[in-house]
């Protein structure tokens, strides 16, 4: 926990309680600085921005020993800070807001819903779990039985952990796309089914996907509408969910992938979420999404043929990348660029061909900047 819930001692040094003796005018008078008993005059002492900061009580900040309940923070109740769930069991956690890191501990039979976290967070001796959760690093150690559906911007990683199952996130409250971007993460970076096992064990299997149509709220419910997070506006629905509803690495239904890349603009985001709203309602499966940066000598490694028209695009910001699914996509999605997306910067797979290769090209490319 660092020095975030470390207590200063009261305890005074003998030293400093000796070198301090009482003086009065009587005995500095032949300094001449002596201060009259009694004279009010004194300067204030001297104010500090710290001395100015809100008092932080690690109590607001953990929910511990709790059961049978329904507990949780409200959107502007931690902003930004670490959080800590310990020792709760049976209950029903929601956590509506950003945080810095979570962690959570020998906790038993409970739903959670963790906003966008911007470190880490870290299951530990829990059992019986069932969560949503966003955030930069994913770890369990010592878990049995736990249903994530997860973004996760890196490589999720168990350990000594067996019965865990993964999805990819699907949620939504009003003030979520507001909280990825507080915690500086990006929708599009979603590796929840690249999951890494610190400990496998040969001949079983300690983690696996949950099916593709698996309803978040069966496994963890919308807030009960007498909890005081009645007013919080829940949706698991995958067509509203911030994060875009990818199949991972499951098994792809067709041979056919088309690569489609937005560059840096005034409505990059909108424009992704457009382009699979257009895909997905002509039959084709969104696999993966990455947001990332590039340089000049990245556009050509990934680009080639294409390379010289697509470098000066590069230098406003990252660009996002969705790889399309399906029979006949490349040629739907060449379609869709230039019936929806006309005078947009952007690249599209040519030729079915070459379109895997184009998937390919970019999409190891990013896990290697992302260092994946």
Partial sequence: MGCFFSKKSKRKSPEKE???????????????????????????PKQYSWDKREKVDPKDYMLTGLKDVTVGRLPGKLNGQQFVIQECENCNIYVFDHSATITIDDC????????????????????????VVACQQFRTRDCKKMEVFLCCATQPII??????????????????????????????????SNIHDFTPVSGETNWSLMPEDSPVL???????????????????????????????????????????????????????????????????????????????????????????DLTEWITKGPVIALEMNGDGVVEACKNIASEVFSGTKLFVSDNKNTSSQDVDNFFNFADMQMGL
């Fill in 108 to 131: 038993v039979n409970c739903r959670i819903v963790l906003g966008p976290v911007k470190g880490s967070v870290f299951f530990r001796d829990c059992k019986d779990i069932k969560c």
């Fill in 18 to 44: 000796e070198r301090a003796p009482t003086t009065t005018s009587a005995e500095t008078a032949s300094t001449g600085n002596a201060v009259p008993l009694g004279n009010n005059s004194e300067e204030a």
């Fill in 218 to 308: 069966d496994f963890v419910p919308a807030p009960d509408p007498e909890s005081d997070f009645k007013s919080v506006r829940v949706s698991a629905d995958p067509a509203r969910s911030i994060v875009p509803l990818t199949k991972g690495g499951r098994y792809k239904d067709s041979e056919e992938s088309c690569l489609f890349v937005f560059f840096a603009g005034e409505y990059t985001t909108a424009n992704a979420r457009k382009l699979i709203d257009e895909a997905t309602a002509k039959g084709f499966v969104l696999i993966q999404t990455k947001e990332v940066s590039m340089r000049p000598e990245d556009v050509k490694r990934v680009f080639q043929r294409d390379a010289d």
């Fill in 159 to 192: 350990e000594s952990s067996t019965g865990m199952k993964f999805g990819c996130f699907q949620y939504y409250y009003p003030e979520l796309a507001f909280h990825f971007k507080d915690a500086g993460l990006s929708i599009f970076n979603n590796n929840w």
